[in-house]
């Protein structure tokens, strides 16, 4: 079984991913369900995870998905070696802003699937095997055991 969630995303953001062009996604926070351990040097020891992109206003619809297996933890920008944080395709302006002084994670992207057809939200369920009827804020969790998707 492999763990799963639903990610809002941007439109421009999951282009990139698409293109190959973003191989880390910058987030907030990481599902503590997938966490297995924490290094000294930032490294989080996650379970390989499902990432289900559902791409945010104008488009509405969940376009794909790729494999998060690996996430470091930074607890300020100015650590963010460059290549990663190139790698992650945010400029050093926008990612201080959004970190905001606080801790920020690198998701890093593998194996990006898009769908032949975008699905609706309500396609998948949530952890409790309800439908899911809104987006997320930022993540949710998925119920993968009936993923028809993957």
């Not at 920020?104 to 439908?131: C, H, Q």
Request: glycine share 6%; net charge positive; aromatic share 14%.
């Amino acid at each position: 079984k492999m763990n799963s969630i639903i990610l809002s995303i941007k439109p421009k953001w999951a282009s990139l991913i698409y293109a190959g062009k973003k191989e880390v996604e910058w987030r907030k926070s990481i599902p503590a369900a997938i966490v297995c351990g924490h290094s000294d040097d930032g490294f989080v020891s996650i379970l390989t995870t499902q990432v289900y992109m559902y791409e945010t206003v104008p488009i509405s619809l969940v376009t794909g998905f790729f494999e998060m297996c690996c996430c470091t933890c930074f607890s300020d920008t100015k650590l963010i070696p460059k290549d990663y944080r190139d790698s992650g395709a945010v400029p050093i302006v926008d990612l201080d802003k959004y970190a905001n002084k606080k801790a920020i994670y690198g998701w890093e992207i593998d194996a990006v699937t898009k769908f032949k057809g975008p699905k609706r939200l309500s396609d998948f369920t949530d952890w409790r095997g309800n439908k899911i009827t809104r987006p997320p804020q930022s993540w949710m969790y998925h119920d993968f055991e009936d993923d028809k998707y993957y």
